[in-house]
């Protein structure tokens, strides 16, 4: 069997060990293709061997390049893509990504090819998923940031952080990684806080504490268009005239795409590519693999595949209110 991987939209680090799991559970021949879609346009590829790839499991380096598009594409290049898959003698094609390189894979799927995917963006806003590839890592990288901005707000009190992360229409990164971090707030695109409210509980924190830390999503706004950030520019200018202090700000940006990749990372990409496995030993076919809140992987339609914001409902978001968070 040859599987070909192509990877779609923001590059994240838990990918390498997706692939080398896939090629270690199916023992296919592995076709890498770089630049996501348009790479497959391109015919852009490498053989990769399991050898290699097991060196590059864990490692924050990519295997692999992403890419992406900003057009629909049209019915020609669809079946070129698939003419080149055909001359390569590819089986399955596997694509991880976010909601439009998913639904790419549905349209593709009608054109012969018998395609799998899985979520891979770090704001894990994929439908149906508690979970994509990625999250995890990034939720680690907050962490870091905001312990570093505790300690220096230890050494010199008083202080106030913002601190702008990606997730221009989801706020799940910002939410997640809020209470993870024991950050003071978090400000999300689906949980809008008054100027006036949100000064006076800063206020209210600061009296208690020797620094606040604000986490807030790039989309928060509603400016946010792809490569924009600043959202926490426009937040400062409201905010402190308000509260009488400086707000110190900080960008993370795309940082949070990499580094070393955490354990449950590991764990979730693994069990990821477990039940991919499964699906194309079974002999399903052009199936999406999303991961439930009990860790278990379940195969679905790709046509299923969209975009989903916090849910409003779910634990994350009524334990940030609780704590006071939101």
Known sequence: ?????????????????????????????????N???PGLLENNHQEISQRDLVDYAIAAIPVMQSGRTNRKLIRPEYETIAKHLKSLRIDVLIMAGGDGSLQFLHTLSEFGVNCFGVGMTIDNDVFGSDYSIGFSTACEQVLKEVAKLRNTGRALTGRVFMVELLGGYCGELTLQSAIKSNADFALIPECQIAPQELAERITQRLAAQNSVIIL?????????????QGAIDTLIKQIEPLIGVRIRKTIIGYGLRNGDPTCE??????????EVARCIQSGMRNKAVIINGSNRPIPIDLISMKKRLVDTEGHHYKLAKQLQIL
């Open 216 to 228: 807030c999503s790039e989309g928060y706004t509603r400016e946010y268009s792809p490569g924009f």
């Open 265 to 274: 990372e590991i764990y979730q990409g693994t069990i990821m590519a477990s």
């Open 35 to 37: 630049g996501g879609i």
């Open 1 to 33: 069997m040859r599987i070909g991987i192509v990877i779609s939209g923001g590059d994240v680090t838990g990918i390498n060990n997706f692939v080398y799991q896939i090629s270690r559970l199916t023992k296919a021949e592995m076709v890498l293709f």
